[in-house]
């Protein structure tokens, strides 16, 4: 019995000092390697590694190499690097990069080593980014006058950038997002989709001196079953200290055949804009105050042909309206109802109760459509005069 315990004890030193030396040795090969690596650099703490991952990302630098102090590697994995686009803001991160590895190296002094991915050649990448920031330059020093108020700067860099760009239908269709979605597309290419419109605002405020963030998350559509096309952006912007959702893709669209520059996404609560989309809460600041809101400051919808469109809010709005484009024998109104109601806007009825008193002989023909999303209708009216 005492032979067998003395052979099962040497077995388990054996064990023991194979698995000591093997680990021993990954250790000194560790070292060893992390001491071959060059151009380290050095992080105090998790804020100063998160600017020099940021700072790699915006110089598409193909990898970095970072010693942290106070390692622990429950902190600084795979997925804080993924996490650094909302914690510092490096813009480049959701759409440029297409695969990032992390290794570490070393036990005393680990270091991680980062190797990026990118969806296209560094060099192509920094010369389009060079063009744009140019180009963003040029906008705003076109469009920004010096005694306009933040929100004025934001409406009318979102009028330049709905006026200048199209959305690209045909490739959403497709499912193609790596195409035309980026601030290149947007302000070169004029031809973008949600990405590219958010990213093209944003470094137009931020050259204009507004804070301004993007966002991503998904669109609420239960028909929609391609959970791809699901995915949106957007941004929120900072107007005297108070965060607002803004939707420019959504403000460049089409009603009745006619392409409009609109403003029902033009900051907006969390209130108001969570009926059409979700986004993780956690990762951006609350958006509450309506004080800057398309509602409160009365911004008019606009055709690309200049053609102003009207807010209505109550019936004696629509009645006074008309009645104004009658009297005035004007051929064309366009009206935007707002929390419209069924059954209580009768175009028809309103026409004839302002021209039959006055026997005024005309005729006229309306169409109308109505945005479920947001709960708005809009009429467009043509009036003939006898």
């Not at 390697?33 to 998160?50: N, P, Q, R």
């Not at 914690?87 to 959701?94: N, Q, R």
């Not at 590219?196 to 137009?204: C, E, R």
């Amino acid at each position: 019995m005492k032979k067998v315990l003395k052979r099962i004890i040497k077995v388990i030193m054996v064990i023991f000092i194979t698995i000591v030396i093997f680990v021993v040795g990954i250790c000194i090969h560790g070292e060893i390697k992390a001491k071959e690596i060059k151009g380290v650099k050095e992080a105090k703490d998790y804020k100063e590694f998160c600017e020099i991952v940021k700072s790699s990302i915006i110089n598409y630098d193909t990898s970095v190499a970072i010693r942290v102090k106070n390692y622990d590697e429950s902190i600084y994995n795979i997925d804080l690097i993924k996490e650094i686009e909302f914690s510092t803001g490096a813009e480049t991160f959701e759409y440029n990069i297409k695969e990032l590895r992390v290794k570490e190296y070393g036990v005393l002094n680990p270091i991680m080593k980062i190797d990026f991915k990118y969806t296209n050649d560094p060099k192509e990448l920094k010369r389009k980014d060079d063009i744009v920031d140019k180009k963003v330059k040029e906008i705003v020093s076109k469009v920004i006058k010096k005694d306009m108020k933040d929100y004025e700067k934001e409406k009318v860099l979102q009028d330049y950038l709905v006026k200048n760009c199209k959305y690209d239908k045909d490739s959403f269709n497709k499912g193609i997002f790596n195409k035309n979605n980026d601030a290149y597309s947007a302000l070169i290419n004029k031809f973008s989709m949600c990405q590219g419109y958010s990213q093209a605002m944003k470094k137009l405020l931020n050259e204009a001196g507004i804070e301004c963030k993007l966002v991503f998350g998904t669109i609420i559509d239960e028909k929609e079953k391609d959970k791809k096309k699901l995915g949106h952006a957007w941004n929120m912007v900072k107007i005297d200290g108070s965060y607002y959702h803004l939707d420019v893709t959504w403000n460049d669209t089409e009603k009745n055949h006619k392409e409009y520059n609109r403003y029902d996404f033009f900051n907006l609560t969390d209130e108001q804009i969570e009926k059409t989309r979700k986004w993780d809460r956690k990762k951006y600041p609350r958006c509450s105050s309506k004080k800057y809101t398309w509602k409160t400051l009365n911004l008019k919808d606009k055709m690309k042909d200049g053609t102003v469109v009207e807010n209505i809010r109550n019936y004696n709005e629509l009645y006074n309206c008309i009645r104004r484009v009658i009297n005035n024998r004007e051929n064309q109104i366009s009206l935007k109802i707002i929390d419209y109601k069924e059954n209580s806007y009768d175009i028809d009825q309103v026409v004839e109760n302002i021209a039959r008193p006055q026997n005024i002989g005309m005729s006229w023909k309306w169409s109308e459509s109505k945005d479920i999303k947001t709960n708005v209708k809009y009429i467009d009216c043509k009036l003939t005069y006898k």
